[in-house]
């Protein structure tokens, strides 16, 4: 057995070959060497159309977008001026940064973004979006650093999935909708720096920040229906759970006294019906004994 | 007669500071000329691109691709994209207003220049898609006005320095496409960057990474036809770059 090492632009394969499978080997290698070529530039062209699918999914009545975002000429690095897209290199058609607030958009989440691989930062606030959060979040927009979608109408759970993605530095939920509760996994979210979901409908424990609790006050959490735990008050006096114990205490407590009621009552028939009971029994024994005795004392003397 | 005297001689004082700044304000503008003429004795122009820059002129406020601040400092250098080769010089240090230092998409090789520290105004340093090989500077973390570091697409090696992690001011990083090695830094500013920002390098993977090598069944015994080629253990390793840290030096073997 021999081992062919293919060096594929700075990938490395390796795999077992023997002298049959080596023209085989050659083969895959060029093919994965023009896959991956080919990957580097499709890459760009989603980030196109990764845009061109926002303007679509996204209603735009004040037409931002439709001036500005215009796909007719399509040379490298276009798009890197279109209105609230940064790129990463000007000259290259890599977005960075969508960064979108205040233009009174509205629709629901764009799921075109997921095109956009290479995206660090999604800033959708104060617009007119609605609908939940997709449950898959982190595969469309796995390496953000930044989300903010506050401000907006977005309504249902935040989805769990939120926390895989564990580059989020900057998480703003606020002034929306969102109920239920808070995904507690998201307290594994290292990086996080801000956070918030103020003025939401959300309820329940909130997240313990592991690296990061010192950084999120009352404020992340402030005008929510019923959320709890540090720094907010502790969840196990909060108001339902209290109501439950009394009336299980209560309850309880009426049991006890029953029974103890019982019992006493049962002492004193039982007492009572034993007394009674004697006096029967004892006219009829001194009468037996008296007999005896009468005849037993004449023998003995 | 003594009223004449103070009167001349506070006239010649007058005179001299305001020519002794004539001169230095000249002297400063010349050193910044006799920087960028330096790059420009450095650089192969197949272009033409430096044509203007006449080293005989005053400032080099006037050449194309220079800007300068209002105080004929040069605050930017727009080379990219310039079929430009050669090597950098130390004296780009010397331009102590510069903001911007673009030389992207060139064929410049050698090393960055340590002395790049020194531009302690630097708010963008693009130098990628080069050939530019050696370590990235430690000196790098002084530029406590950076906001666009992209080195990308080059041939550098060494560790990423810790020190620019101290750089708050950092917004876009780009390092992806070099030989870099040793670990990724995640505190400080760095906290805001991914792998995209060092894609295909020799780092190694943070804990969150693709799953290891699988080690297959052992080698078998080589034949003695084969039995020059070299004997290794088979590892299949999955088609990610990051991962690719653990393959030695690649060979064609026909």
């Known amino acids: ?301 | 007669m003594e009223r004449a005297v103070t009167v001349i001689s506070g006239s010649t004082l007058v005179c001299s500071v305001f020519v002794f700044q004539l001169i230095l304000l000249r002297v400063a503008a010349n050193t910044e000329g006799d920087a960028l003429n330096a790059l420009k004795s450095n650089f192969d122009d197949p272009n033409n691109i430096l044509q203007s820059w006449d080293p005989t002129l005053v400032t080099p406020c006037t050449w194309f691709h220079v800007t300068c601040n209002s105080e004929n400092s040069v605050t930017r250098v727009d080379l990219g994209n310039a079929n430009l080769s050669g090597k950098l010089v130390s004296q780009l240090g010397q331009l102590p207003n510069l903001q911007y230092l673009e030389l992207y998409s060139n064929n410049i090789s050698g090393r960055i220049p340590e002395e790049l520290g020194n531009l302690t105004n630097l708010v963008s340093l693009d130098l990628y898609l080069n050939g530019l090989t050696g370590t990235i500077s430690p000196t790098l973390g002084k530029l406590s006005k950076l906001r666009f570091l992209r080195l990308n697409n080059n041939s550098l090696t060494g560790t990423i320095p810790m020190s620019l992690t101290a750089v708050m001011s950092l917004q876009v990083l780009d390092l992806s496409n070099n030989k870099l090695t040793g670990d990724i830094p995640v505190n400080g500013s760095f906290s805001l960057f991914t792998p995209i920002s060092f894609k295909n390098n020799q780092l190694n993977t943070p804990p969150v990474s693709p799953p290891p090598p699988i080690v297959p069944n052992p080698p078998a015994p080589s034949t003695g036809r084969e039995s020059k080629d070299l004997e290794r253990v088979c590892v299949r390793v999955p088609a990610n770059p990051e991962a690719a840290s653990a393959c030695p030096p690649c060979i064609w073997a026909m």
Not at chain 1, 122 to 131: A, I, M, P, R, T
Request: net charge neutral; proline share 4%; hydrophobic share 40%.
């Open chain 1, 1 to 301: 057995m021999s081992i062919v090492c293919v060096d594929v632009s700075k990938a490395c394969l390796l795999w077992v070959c023997d002298s049959k499978l080596r023209i085989v080997a050659i083969f895959a290698g060029a093919s994965v060497w023009l896959l991956l070529s080919c990957s580097l530039s499709y890459g760009v062209e989603s980030d196109i159309n990764c845009l061109r699918s926002i303007k679509e999914t996204l209603q735009d009545p004040r037409k931002v977008l439709n001036i500005s975002w215009n796909f007719e000429n399509n040379t490298e690095g276009s798009i890197c001026g279109f209105i609230g897209v940064e790129c990463w290199h000007p000259d290259e058609s890599k977005v960075l940064n969508i960064r979108l607030s205040d233009m009174g958009l509205k629709g629901s989440f764009p799921l075109g973004i997921q095109n956009c691989t290479s995206l660090t930062g999604l800033d959708l606030s104060s617009n007119e979006l609605y609908g939940s959060i997709p449950s898959n979040i982190s595969k469309i927009i796995g390496f953000v650093t930044t989300l903010d979608l506050s401000s907006n109408s977005f309504s249902g759970e935040i989805p769990e999935n939120l926390a895989n993605c564990s580059y989020l530095n900057v998480l703003k939920l606020d002034h929306n909708n969102f109920s239920g509760q808070i995904p507690l996994q998201l307290g594994l979210l290292g990086r996080i720096k801000e956070f918030s979901v103020a003025n939401n409908l959300l309820s329940g424990p909130v997240p313990n920040f592991i690296n990061a609790s010192n950084l999120i006050t009352a404020d992340s959490y402030a005008n929510n229906l019923g959320l709890c735990g540090k720094p907010l008050r502790p969840c196990t006096s909060a108001s339902k759970s209290s109501n439950t114990g009394i009336i299980a205490g209560a309850a309880i407590g009426g049991v006890t006294i029953a029974a103890i009621g019982i019992g006493i009552g049962m002492l004193f028939y039982f007492r009572k019906a034993s007394m009674m009971k004697k006096k029967d029994d004892d006219p009829e024994g001194n009468k037996w004994a008296r007999s005896l005795k009468g005849t037993k004392g004449i023998k003995a003397s």
